[in-house]
């Protein structure tokens, strides 16, 4: 009851580094600037290439910008902390990094799940493809993993924003994780670890197994196609798909 509540976290990073610390600060930056350029280089592409708008490059643009948002959340913080040996964060810091990370893990898993929905409409039904996805129903099925990613999420980081944490306040990881957090906290965790695993194994059960079932579909329809230049195509639609996953 005496205990103070802790305010303030110190975000160890990659520990026992020594000599090494330089070197691996300049590979996780030359990745992170070509993971930014790259993503950045497509959001611009589809935006000013009138051939590339397509659905599919339009929730490619969504993802992309996913990607922006997931690294550029992590990895500023996470180089900081490698170069000085570790990095303060200020609670809300913390619990803000937690939040958009989640968020945007939660989003890529609906957004890859879409992706395959497109595919499975282009190649199982192309005669009514453009009259099913038009620009409607681009919007609500780019716009639905974002709400789902954000609403969903906020529901486990919420708890952990009213956790007690009177303990040590090092964190040994890269960056603000459900878990370390969990060991650090002196309240009762029990209720929120049981809603982790009851809101978390749907959130990634339900779009891997959406995505197996319609890659099974758009195997066995292209398998059907007689030649193989058609074939062929047909997997190329799916490329830019299956690099992601």
Known sequence: MNQTRLREF?????GNLHSFSILLFIILLIIFLFTVIGNLLIIILVSTNVRLQTPMYYFLCHLS??????????????????LL???????????????????????????????????????????????IMDMK???????????VGFTANFLGV???????????NIIDHYYCD????????????SVLELEAIFLGLPIFIFP?????????????????????????????????????L
């Open 85 to 131: 040996g570790g990095k303060m964060y200020f609670f809300f810091e913390c619990i803000t990094q937690l939040y958009f990370y989640s968020g945007t893990i939660i989003t890529e898993c609906f957004l890859l799940s879409v992706m395959s929905y497109d595919r499975y409409l282009a190649i199982c039904y192309p005669l009514r493809y453009s009259s």
């Open 158 to 168: 919420l708890p952990i924003a009213n956790f007690d944490f009177c303990h040590d």
């Open 10 to 14: 110190i975000l160890l990073g990659f």
């Open 137 to 147: 129903h681009q919007i609500y099925l780019s716009l639905g993993p974002w709400l």
């Open 65 to 82: 910008f996913c990607d922006l948002v997931l690294s550029t959340n992590i990895v500023p913080n996470m180089l900081s902390a490698i």
């Open 208 to 244: 891997s197994g959406f995505i197996i079932v319609t890659y099974v579909y758009i195997f066995r329809t292209i398998m059907k196609i007689p030649s193989t230049t058609g074939k062929h195509k047909a997997f190329s639609t799916c490329s830019s798909h299956c690099c992601y």
């Open 178 to 189: 459900f878990f370390p957090l969990q060991k650090l906290s002196c309240s009762d965790t």
